[in-house]
């Protein structure tokens, strides 16, 4: 009876979007995670990392048609965000802040028609501090203009340097109370999607 309610769930495509664009970035590291939690125990909900270092600097001189144009990068991760189901952001903290990779992503999908406009999302983040506490509140301040419907609860914020170890040197989540933490911020996330899409 579970197994044929999981087989005619729908599959949710979760767009994951990592600020950070270093290979062993924790934060990356989470979303790898996130990818790995769902194909092992959250049936009907799937998770793609959408690269965003091929993304120009944003230069409104780069669009074409009065704004409905733009550069060859920008237009397939556009594409890919209006494709996707929800969002799943990994928010590293710079200077108290959103990195700029991500903003900048944020940015260009928002130009002429808004992609990120009524769709949920979820942030996670680590670091150093407070996990990235402070990129999350202003993530969800940017998410208020663009239409975002960020899940309040639970949250999560890997203070990454603190002891026993989170990530290895490859940036891999190694931590099972993290990884189960995790897992409860995507059941939130798919539970607030399907909520949304039957409304």
């Given at each position: 009876?579970e197994?044929?309610?999981?087989s005619a769930?729908?599959?949710?495509?979760?767009?994951?979007i990592?600020?950070?664009?270093r290979?062993?970035?924790?934060n990356?590291g989470l979303l790898?995670?996130a990818?790995?939690?769902?194909?092992?125990?959250?049936?009907?909900?799937?998770?793609d990392e959408l690269?965003?270092?091929?993304l120009p600097?944003?230069?409104?001189?780069?669009e074409?048609?009065?704004?409905?144009?733009f550069p060859?990068?920008?237009?397939?991760?556009r594409?890919?965000?209006?494709?996707?189901?929800c969002f799943?952001?990994?928010?590293p903290?710079?200077?108290?802040?959103?990195?700029?990779p991500?903003?900048n992503?944020?940015?260009?999908a928002?130009?002429?028609?808004?992609?990120?406009?009524?769709?949920?999302?979820?942030?996670v983040?680590?670091?150093?501090?407070?996990?990235?506490?402070?990129?999350q509140?202003?993530l969800?301040?940017?998410g208020?203009?663009?239409?975002?419907?960020?899940i309040?609860?639970?949250?999560?914020?890997v203070q990454?340097?603190?002891?026993?170890?989170?990530?290895?040197?490859?940036g891999?989540?190694?931590?099972?109370?993290i990884?189960?933490?995790l897992?409860?911020?995507?059941l939130?996330?798919?539970?607030?999607?399907?909520?949304?899409?039957?409304?």
């Amino acid at each position: 009876m579970e197994a044929a309610a999981a087989s005619a769930r729908p599959v949710l495509r979760v767009a994951a979007i990592c600020g950070s664009l270093r290979k062993a970035s924790f934060n990356r590291g989470l979303l790898r995670a996130a990818a790995e939690v769902c194909e092992d125990s959250i049936p009907g909900l799937r998770v793609d990392e959408l690269d965003i270092s091929d993304l120009p600097l944003i230069n409104t001189d780069l669009e074409t048609g009065g704004g409905t144009g733009f550069p060859p990068a920008v237009e397939a991760f556009r594409a890919k965000v209006c494709q996707a189901d929800c969002f799943l952001f990994g928010a590293p903290e710079y200077n108290y802040s959103i990195a700029t990779p991500l903003k900048n992503a944020l940015d260009w999908a928002s130009r002429g028609k808004n992609c990120w406009a009524d769709k949920p999302a979820a942030i996670v983040s680590a670091g150093g501090g407070f996990g990235g506490g402070r990129s999350q509140y202003h993530l969800r301040q940017v998410g208020v203009f663009l239409d975002l419907h960020f899940i309040n609860k639970p949250e999560l914020c890997v203070q990454a340097f603190q002891q026993p170890p989170k990530f290895d040197s490859d940036g891999n989540l190694i931590d099972a109370q993290i990884r189960e933490r995790l897992k409860q911020v995507l059941l939130s996330l798919q539970a607030f999607t399907l909520r949304l899409q039957k409304d």
